[in-house]
């Protein structure tokens, strides 16, 4: 590919898995599971200063209305303390969540944002919820539920924290109509607006500013970053509209009346999901489905031109997820899909790709058992493994599966 950054000069301008240039001894490998009792959903997970780990998911009760769970670890997956948060209005669907740290990088604290469901069904409220070091709750709030401007539902999507002098909280989310088959809103002006962009004063978690953006209807991953400027925002997923489905990728300058851009990709083909999204480089890299069957990669510069796609398939021909993407020391990518193993989609494993910064495939592997497993998270550890968090089934309970590998995704 031209203008393709080699490894050795690769700079993450927004920020990678770890730091670069730093001698690894050999990474630790485990499995380990984490369940509650209820349906449990993996979410999202962080490496914490300490070198364990944070796990973020969703526990569904018998009656359906459920909670977050939050599980501390030690670098060896083995738990130290979980935490539960439930509502007493309705169900608490975690997305993604930040760490808050102080100025030697050690973790104060987690914001999580999320979504609260009403058994109703009648609306939802984006929310924000903070808690301290160890677990316990410090402060939350609820956002855009029944507004004098917009009625329906607000689903919470990502999250970040700049770094000024309050740390001032950024939130993304979805805007659906009620019944929530019937597409995104109206501004009144006539123009769809199907996305929620705020910042939330990190000391009172007051809004300082809310934007609502539009065009086509959205499916956003789970993720939201600032640039090194802190006055810039980025955020991405799925986008349909009347020229297809296309992976979606907006930039949008805080308190902005509109975003900077709002683009799919690729222009001229269709069929394209995007569902999560790292930064990788001087930009990021989009990671999703091509047609159902397919995984598909896409990376893209911080001003939105699309640098080169990647594609995956079995040789099965069976269908193959793209879950989630994480940029690695070498300058390279780790892809973690879900790949079917029988015709009936009844059965997944956890898939790893190992590719280098010249987009050469480097290994693969799969992982799991006989029942699903759905890949959620991959991240690179510090000490050069990588972690995989998903979702399996054991006794037909789902179960938050959390798995380190080696380097090159080998458990030993």
């Avoid at 539902?153 to 009620?178: E, H, M, P």
Wanted: a neutral charge.
């Amino acid at each position: 590919m031209k203008g393709l950054i080699t490894a050795a000069t690769l700079i993450f301008f927004f920020g990678s898995c770890k730091e670069s240039g730093v001698q690894l001894s050999k990474p630790s490998t485990f499995v380990k599971y984490f369940s509650d009792g209820n349906q449990n959903e993996a979410i999202d997970i962080l490496e914490t200063s300490d070198k364990g780990y944070i796990i973020l998911s969703h526990s569904d009760s018998s009656k359906g209305v459920g909670g977050i769970n939050i599980t501390k670890t030690d670098l060896s997956g083995n738990r130290i303390w979980e935490k539960y948060i439930r509502s007493a209005s309705g169900d608490l669907v975690p997305s993604n969540f930040v760490a808050m740290k102080d100025i030697s990088g050690n973790d104060l604290g987690y914001v999580i944002v999320g979504t609260l469901k009403y058994p109703s069904l009648d609306s939802t409220e984006l929310f924000v919820w903070r808690i301290k070091n160890e677990g316990t709750s410090m402060d939350s709030r609820f956002y855009a539920r029944d507004s004098s401007s917009y009625k329906g539902y607000v689903i919470g999507k990502g999250v970040a924290q700049s770094g000024n002098s309050t740390n001032d909280i950024f939130v993304v989310g979805q805007l659906l109509k009620k019944g929530l088959l019937s597409g995104p809103p109206q501004d009144p002006n006539g123009n769809l607006i199907d996305m929620f962009f705020a910042q939330i004063n990190g000391t009172s978690l007051d809004t300082v500013f809310t934007r609502k953006y539009g065009g086509g209807t959205t499916n956003l991953a789970n993720r939201l970053y600032l640039d090194y400027s802190q006055s810039s925002a980025y955020w991405g997923g799925t986008r349909t509209d009347d020229q297809g489905i296309h992976m979606r990728f907006v930039k949008s300058g805080f308190n902005s009346q509109n975003p900077i851009f709002d683009l799919p990709y690729p222009i001229g083909d269709s069929g394209y999901t995007g569902n999560d999204f790292c930064a990788y480089g001087y930009g990021f890299a989009f990671i999703g489905n091509h047609t159902g069957q397919e995984i598909a990669v896409a990376k893209v510069s911080s001003e939105g031109n699309l640098l080169d796609t990647l594609k995956f398939h079995l040789k099965s021909g069976l269908p193959f997820v793209g879950n989630s993407i994480c940029s690695t020391l070498d300058g390279g990518l780790l892809i973690l899909g879900s790949a079917s193993v029988d015709i009936q989609g009844t059965n997944t494993d956890y898939y790893l790709i190992k590719v280098d910064a010249t987009r050469n495939k480097q290994w693969e592997i799969a992982q799991g058992g006989k029942y699903p497993d759905v890949g959620v998270r991959v991240l690179q550890s510090s000490d050069g493994g990588y972690i995989v968090l998903g979702t399996t089934t054991l006794a037909n309970v789902k179960t938050v599966f959390l798995m380190k590998t080696d380097s090159r995704g080998n458990i030993e």
